[in-house]
């Protein structure tokens, strides 16, 4: 079994795998952002304080994109590893071998090996965190592909603007990757700030929108619908696409039952054939997925690996 690792751009959290398929929070470490060798360092700093000897690899969920073939992670906010083969680095600090995936992949593999998808044939998982991510797994297995980005459906200009004619266009907002109308501009926990603003020009957190939505508040209700007729379109093709079982939902924006019982409706609505169970469900791990997806990667199977 590995030491399992959850890098994000703030922290690097550690845990290791339980009996049961879950990975609790052991400790948690400021990520080292701009220094390879203090990056490093931290990791295997964590590995000797739990005690060498105790798991003989290093398991990785990382929020960034990680090729298939170089084995090299690309990740915006933490330039220090940035084009760098960590799972190498590691390797060669360490003498253990190493794993590393991208965050919202792990999310898949955990719901489809221990979550609420256990058992299911497809699963396509969804990430409603800061911006929009997502991860496939078929038959048991984590869909790699071309450049390591399969899943990715929060990018890519296909935000409709007038959420489905309900509203006058709010117009479309620029991404990150380059593109203009991206589902990560508008699905996310930043996303919904950002339409409640285009709508009520007001500055609200994402956590508060909800809470009003909650309480009945028409403004919010008017950023909720939107936000969910914006989503509900493309993640319905996506269904039609490729058939999974369930979606399991991560991300901040997961917490909110409601909010993903909404989307679900909206979703079965706009499928070829509707389901009539609950189809977009919150994940089981939400809160540590890349824990326990990080627990559930193939390590020795995983190329240009020492
Ligand atoms: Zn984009």
Redesign the pocket.
């Known amino acids: 079994m590995p030491y399992c690792f959850d890098i994000g751009g703030t922290n690097i959290r550690f845990g290791m795998p339980e009996g049961n398929g879950d990975v609790p929070v052991i400790h948690s470490v400021p990520t080292p952002t701009h220094s390879l060798a203090q990056f490093v360092e931290a990791i295997s700093g964590l590995i000797e304080h739990e005690g060498r000897g105790r798991h003989n690899s290093i398991a990785i969920s990382l929020t960034g994109v990680v090729h298939p073939e170089t084995n090299k992670v690309r990740v915006a906010n933490i330039p220090a590893i940035d084009g760098v083969d960590i799972a190498h680095e590691l390797t060669k600090k360490t003498g253990l071998p190493a794993v590393v995936a991208n965050d919202a992949d792990c999310l898949a593999l955990a719901e489809a090996r221990v979550g609420i998808a256990k058992d299911a044939n497809n699963v396509f998982a969804i990430v409603l965190g800061t911006g929009v991510g997502g991860g496939l797994v078929l038959d048991g297995n984590l869909v790699v592909g071309r450049n390591g980005a399969t899943g990715e459906w929060?990018?890519?200009p296909v935000v409709d603007p007038t959420a489905n004619g309900i509203v006058a266009s709010i117009g479309q907002f620029k991404?990150?990757?380059?593109?203009v109308g991206?589902l990560?501009?508008v699905g996310g926990a930043r996303g919904l700030e950002r339409i409640h603003r285009s709508l009520h020009s007001d500055n609200l957190a994402s956590e508060q929108i909800v809470s009003m939505w909650l309480d009945g508040d028409i403004n919010a209700n008017k950023t909720i619908v939107v936000w969910s007729e914006m989503l509900a379109g493309p993640l319905a093709m996506i269904v039609n696409l490729l058939g999974p079982d369930v979606v399991p939902v991560g991300g901040g924006l997961s917490n909110a039952s409601e909010l993903i019982a909404l989307l679900d409706e909206k979703v079965r609505k706009r499928c070829l054939f509707p389901a009539d169970q609950p189809l977009v469900l919150p994940a089981k791990f939400a809160k540590n997925a890349g824990l326990v997806g990080a627990a559930q990667l193939d390590v020795p199977s995983i190329k240009g690996v020492a």
């Open positions: 929060g990018h890519g991404c990150g990757c380059g593109q991206c990560d501009t």
